[in-house]
Nanobody, 125 residues
């Protein structure tokens, strides 16, 4: 059972930056994909982005150019650098792991085998 622990959330103002971390209990190099999702109040959970084995990344259009995902296999950690934050980025952010090759879209939550507990990010205007 893989444990994922997110950290780094908080309350910041619009335009600020935050970096979220997701620490895994197992070696991240064994994971094919590591993704970040978010869920705002009253909305469905949506993908933010994913980093694939080998380093390729995918981002939702809403965050492209502002957010960056990276993985540090030496530290068993994946990061989400969030810049130019907007109030609409307010959500609970979740880390998720895909252990094998994807068989469907990166955005399909059912593709992910393990999830973290989430960290709250609140952006004030």
């Amino acid at each position: 059972q893989v444990q994922l622990v997110e950290s780094g959330g908080g309350l910041v103002q619009a335009g600020d930056s935050l970096r979220l971390s997701c620490a895994a209990s197992e070696r991240t190099f064994s994971f094919y994909g590591m993704g970040w999702f978010r869920q705002a109040p009253g909305k469905e959970r949506e993908i933010v982005g994913v980093v694939i084995s080998g380093g390729s990344t995918y981002y939702a259009d809403s965050v492209k150019g502002r957010f960056t995902i990276s993985r540090d296999n030496a530290k068993n950690t994946v990061y989400l650098q969030m810049n130019s934050l907007k109030p609409e980025d307010t959500a609970v952010y979740y880390c998720a792991v895909r252990t094998a090759v994807y068989t469907d879209l990166y955005s399909n939550m059912r593709q992910y085998d393990y999830w973290g507990q989430g960290t709250q990010v609140t952006i004030s205007s």
